[in-house]
């Protein structure tokens, strides 16, 4: 009967998340609960030329340099690494001398394989266990896929992984390259599997991979994560298998020993990041593109998914596969970037709203708390008001506004939506046909890049209020945005929370951007903030 090993690989795959940086009490904490779980390969991170030698990170230069956190009994345990071929030379690696790691992976991209045999000549050459591990194996031709198992058998390593680098892989594909790599691989050589959580079948296909391999008496290597950690889908649960294996393969895991592992550390991980099946992923999978180009596109407020799955097939299949983030701003803003004529719109906006005193209604929470104060403002000032991207049915408003897509749709369906006199850009799809009470806006005209999120809505609509030349802007429930571990609401009615991502980053922007408009405007507005906000400071410092 052939043999199944385990390898844990969340001290690499889990470190995407982290920066490599899990801390030294956590890696060491991982490594000896992974020791007594019985797991057969640990794998503890990266070799890299660069950015080693940092305490707690899981990247090294070497063998040496490793040796931190390998402990000095790990019998029954392989621990290993792995090597990305394009940023490591393995110039740097000493021979093995067993007080370290012995398995070293070299990973690498199709267009490398050649160069990168080198490499796996090499480590092998000074004493390690090799395992191959071809990046995106269903990019390969059969033709291109036979000519690697020819290096593949020639250098003889232990182990050639089949990597589903996108997560787009099905039971047939599996079944597939299987089957070809078995039946060319010389006997001996054992075969890994390495799956993302793209389309929620990561778990799966790893049990489906054993079935497999039970049909003859290759020796097989599955590739698993805690808690599925990883970049954007994630991976095989390491104690999902666990149970599976266990259950019905007869090994003895210790699942337990596992379970410690996440109540001890997981929970400080889980507030920080996160991970696993969602539809942006999904769309990556089927789209076969870098997790990487799914992150800066969700950045973009107003994105729906069916822009990201436009934009990646307008890509060239190859290309999105690695990830190039000025290529990415291009196609998002020649997605959005309808070449629209507003003139006769801007005048008759013009007509209504120039030299007139406005106030911006957000749906930050402190509209809320500050409800009284806002509606005796409102009675007060008879400012023109304008609500952003919501219906604020607690406040009289004259228009409303909205660039993002997704909010539109959503408060479409409000029942009084048609009652309002609304301004949206063209962005968005006019949904009422000729109806006089909607003003199109060139989106071009107000979107500026240089910035992740550069479609925010408040800075959109301060730019189409410099156009429209109001004489003073008020701003209310511009409060800039929180963590779920401030545990403040970010918006006045929780039926408009939103994941937004990075939120230092997205403030910062904000701030920057809100900075830039108040320092190139074409008209000098008085602005003021009604209510609390985060980007207050920014004028102050006019």
């Not at 060491?28 to 609960?33: A, D, E, K």
């Not at 090799?130 to 182990?159: F, R």
């Not at 429930?477 to 939103?498: A, Q, T, V």
Request: overall charge negative.
């Amino acid at each position: 009967m052939n043999s199944i090993k385990l390898l844990d690989c969340t001290l690499r795959d889990g470190s995407y998340l982290v920066d490599k940086d899990f801390g030294s009490e956590t890696v060491h904490g991982l490594i000896n609960g992974l020791l007594q779980a019985k797991i057969d390969v640990i794998e503890i991170g990266f070799l890299q030329d660069t950015g080693w030698g940092i305490e707690g990170k899981t990247v090294y230069k070497n063998a040496a340099d490793a040796m931190k956190y390998v402990p000095k009994n790990h019998v029954g345990c392989d621990i290993s690494v792995l090597a990305d071929f394009s940023r490591y030379s393995v110039s740097n690696l000493e021979k093995c001398n067993d007080k370290s790691f012995n398995i070293i992976r070299e990973c690498f991209f199709k267009a490398e394989r050649f160069e990168a045999m080198k490499a796996c000549k090499e480590i092998k050459r000074k004493g390690y266990k090799l395992y191959v591990q071809p990046v995106d194996i269903l990019g390969y031709t059969d033709q291109e896929l036979l000519e690697l198992l020819e290096l593949v058998n020639d250098i003889q390593p232990e182990t050639i992984s089949i990597v589903d680098t996108f997560g787009s892989m099905y039971q047939e594909d599996l079944h597939r390259i299987f089957l070809f790599i078995n039946h060319n691989l010389l006997p001996g050589i054992d075969i890994g599997f390495h799956s993302h959580n793209n389309l929620q079948l990561s778990n799966a296909l790893s049990q489906e991979f054993i079935r497999l391999a039970a049909l003859g008496d290759r020796n097989i290597v599955i590739d698993s994560t805690i808690c599925g950690m990883g970049r954007g889908a994630g991976n095989t649960p390491t104690e999902l298998i666990v149970q599976y294996m266990n259950t019905h393969m007869g090994y003895h895991y210790g699942l337990d020993s596992i379970l410690d592992i996440i109540d001890s550390y997981f929970g400080k991980i889980f507030a920080k990041c996160e991970w696993g099946y969602s539809i942006p992923y999904f769309i990556a999978g089927i789209n076969n593109a870098h997790v990487n180009n799914i992150s800066y596109l969700l950045k973009k407020n107003s994105i729906r998914s069916r822009d990201i799955r436009y934009i990646l097939n307008h890509i060239d299949k190859d290309i999105r596969k690695r990830y190039d983030y000025d290529l990415m701003q291009q196609e998002y803003i020649q997605y959005v970037k309808q070449e629209y004529n507003d003139e006769l719109v801007i005048d008759n906006l013009k007509k209504q709203m120039e030299r007139k005193n406005v106030l911006l209604l957000l749906p930050g929470n402190s509209i809320a708390a500050k409800k009284e104060e806002i509606l005796n403002y409102i009675n007060d000032s008879h400012d023109m008001v304008i609500a952003i991207n919501f219906i604020p049915e607690e406040f009289p408003c004259d228009l409303l506004y909205f660039s993002n897509v997704k909010r539109y749709e959503f408060w479409l369906n409000y029942k009084k939506f048609s009652e309002y006199e609304i301004i949206i850009t063209s962005n968005i799809e006019e949904k009422y046909e000729n109806n006089s009470s909607v003003h199109r806006v060139s989106f071009n005209k107000l979107i500026k890049c240089g910035w992740n999120y550069m479609d925010n809505s408040a800075i959109l609509c301060l730019r189409l209020m410099d156009i429209l030349n109001v004489k003073k802007i008020t701003i209310a429930g511009f409060d800039g945005f929180s963590c779920k571990n401030d545990k403040i609401e970010n918006y006045y009615d929780k039926k408009m929370e939103l994941d937004h991502g990075d939120i230092h980053l997205l403030n910062q922007e904000i701030a920057e951007m809100l900075k830039d408009y108040i320092e190139t405007r074409k008209n000098n507005a008085e602005i003021k903030f009604l209510t609390s906000s985060k980007y207050e400071r920014i004028l102050l410092n006019q």
